[in-house]
């Protein structure tokens, strides 16, 4: 079954330096991947997604990742992190079997210090 | 762009209630919708997807009697949580896709229901 791995569950970084959270899937075929965030207590909102074509995606608010197959990731980046970026990140695939429902990895929490 | 809408946003309530959650897609009509929970400081978990017209197919593990799921309309999914107790204190969080969009398309998440049992 497709799945994805975030090894990082927290992570800090300064306000202005670069940002990049780790994502992993287990897939045999190109799977569909998604990178949300989630700010306390509110929903989901979509930052980018990646199901065919151009390996590098851009994603909204100054946010990218790179699908790349040999390596099995998904990485989500950022040059120039705000204070405003602070908060949980999920890596996300869907799932055949569900109706490409999405199974989602642990979650990033991200801090920006100033 | 595509909105969907989770209502109530916060509910407590005492033990052994039921409690009704709805997700309404407002400007797209979704043949599928999903149910999520969310642990505090946990990963999404999907729970059902939810089919109009059909029968929800959950995932193993949620109970089909305690958490019911009916998809009436193409822009209506509800979730009733039966007979409440404190262990299924939760954020719920739906999402929809619209009708007609491909799979690889994302969902559209609403903004959570956040259920306190008392």
């Known amino acids: 079954a497709q799945s994805v791995t975030q090894p990082d569950i927290h992570i800090t970084v300064s306000e202005g330096a670069s940002l990049e959270l780790r994502c992993n899937y287990s897939?045999?075929?190109?799977?569909?991947l998604f990178w949300y965030v989630q700010s306390p207590g509110q929903g989901l909102q979509l930052l980018l997604k990646?199901?065919?074509?151009?390996?590098l995606v851009q994603g909204i608010k100054g946010f990218e990742a790179e699908f790349k197959r040999s390596q099995s990731s998904f990485n989500l980046r950022k040059p120039s992190v705000h204070w405003s970026d602070a908060a949980e990140y999920f890596c996300?695939?869907?799932?055949?079997?569900?109706?490409?429902?999405?199974?989602f990895g642990k979650g990033t929490s991200l801090l920006v210090t100033p | 762009g595509a909105v969907v809408s989770q209502h109530p946003s916060r509910v407590i309530c005492k033990s052994g209630t039921s409690v009704k959650i709805e997700c309404r897609s407002l400007?797209?009509?979704?043949?599928?919708m999903f149910w999520y929970r969310q642990f505090p400081k946990k990963s999404l978990m999907l729970m059902a997807t939810?089919?109009?017209?059909?029968?929800?197919?959950?995932e193993q593990g949620v109970e089909k009697d305690k958490f019911l799921i009916n998809h009436a309309s193409l822009t209506l999914s509800t979730l009733t949580v039966t007979s409440a107790h404190p262990e299924d204190s939760s954020f719920y969080i739906c999402?929809?896709?619209?009708?007609?969009?491909?799979?690889?398309?994302?969902?559209?998440f609403g903004d959570g229901t956040r259920l306190s049992i008392l």
């Open positions: 990646y199901f065919s074509g151009d390996t």
């Open positions: 897939y045999g075929a190109t799977p569909y």
């Open positions: 939810s089919n109009e017209g059909s029968k929800a197919t959950y």
């Open positions: 996300a695939v869907g799932v055949t079997h569900s109706g490409y429902a999405l199974n």
């Open positions: 999402s929809a896709r619209p009708q007609g969009q491909g799979q690889s398309q994302p969902q559209h």
């Open positions: 400007d797209f009509q979704a043949t599928t």
